[in-house]
T-cell receptor, first 112, second 116 residues
Framework: SQKIEQNSEALNIQEGKTATLTCNYTNYSPAYLQWYRQDPGRGPVFLLLIRENEKEKRKERLKVTFDTTLKQSLFHITASQPADSATYLCARANSGYSTLTFGKGTMLLVSP | GAVVSQHPSRVICKSGTSVKIECRSLDFQATTMFWYRQFPKQSLMLMATSNEGSKATYEQGVEKDKFLINHASLTLSTLTVTSAHPEDSSFYIC????????????FGPGTRLLVL
């Protein structure tokens, strides 16, 4: 089965530092990976999508990489702020019309 | 743009009753809507995929007679939990995709269901 694995331990960092979250997938490479932010008691909010043939994608302070050799995506938040504290979910899809498989998410805590 | 709403946001019901949850796309037409369930500290688990005007496709292990899904229009899908039991207590989230951008799912705020 296709799985998405994210570090279940919370990541604690200080404000201003770069947060790096890891997402590993099993089996064959998905067509694309997506990253979402989820706050407690809320639905996920879409952040970034990166396709299999893309190595890196950026959006403001966010950066996502896709390494098909390591079967891994890294999600970076530069100049982190306490408001970035949330759970970040990684999801894979095998095509533009297929369903998403989500990881459990990694909680990020940014302290002032 | 791409806003999805859910109603109600929270519901408490007695065991054996049925609960209906609505999912609406407010500013776009959703060709497909998805229903997920999320238990504490767990990932979103897809329950079913619903396309407007056709029967929903349920994931393995999800009882279609217990979780009734209706997608009667391009902006509304409903999930009815029939004869709810305490083990059905969970966070139910819907998402929608528009016809033009199939890759991104826009999620609703979720519905917290507590069955006593």
């Amino acid at each position: 089965s296709q799985k998405i694995e994210q570090n279940s331990e919370a990541l604690n960092i200080q404000e201003g530092k770069t947060a790096t979250l890891t997402c590993n997938y099993t089996n064959y490479s998905p067509a694309y990976l997506q990253w979402y932010r989820q706050d407690p008691g809320r639905g996920p909010v879409f952040l970034l999508l990166i396709r299999e043939n893309e190595k890196e994608k950026r959006k403001e302070r966010l950066k996502v990489t896709f390494d098909t050799t390591l079967k891994q995506s890294l999600f970076h938040i530069t100049a982190s702020q306490p408001a970035d504290s949330a759970t970040y979910l990684c999801a894979r899809a095998n095509s533009g019309y297929s369903t998403l498989t989500f990881g459990k998410g990694t909680m990020l805590l940014v302290s002032p | 743009g791409a806003v999805v709403s859910q109603h109600p946001s929270r519901v408490i019901c007695k065991s054996g009753t049925s609960v209906k949850i609505e999912c609406r796309s407010l500013d776009f037409q959703a060709t497909t809507m998805f229903w997920y369930r999320q238990f504490p500290k767990q990932s979103l688990m897809l329950m079913a995929t619903s396309n407007e005007g056709s029967k929903a496709t349920y994931e393995q292990g999800v009882e279609k007679d217990k979780f009734l899904i209706n997608h009667a229009s391009l902006t509304l899908s409903t999930l009815t939990v029939t004869s709810a039991h305490p083990e059905d207590s969970s966070f139910y989230i819907c998402s929608a995709i528009s016809g033009q951008l199939q890759e991104t799912q826009y999620f609703g705020p979720g519905t917290r269901l507590l069955v006593l």
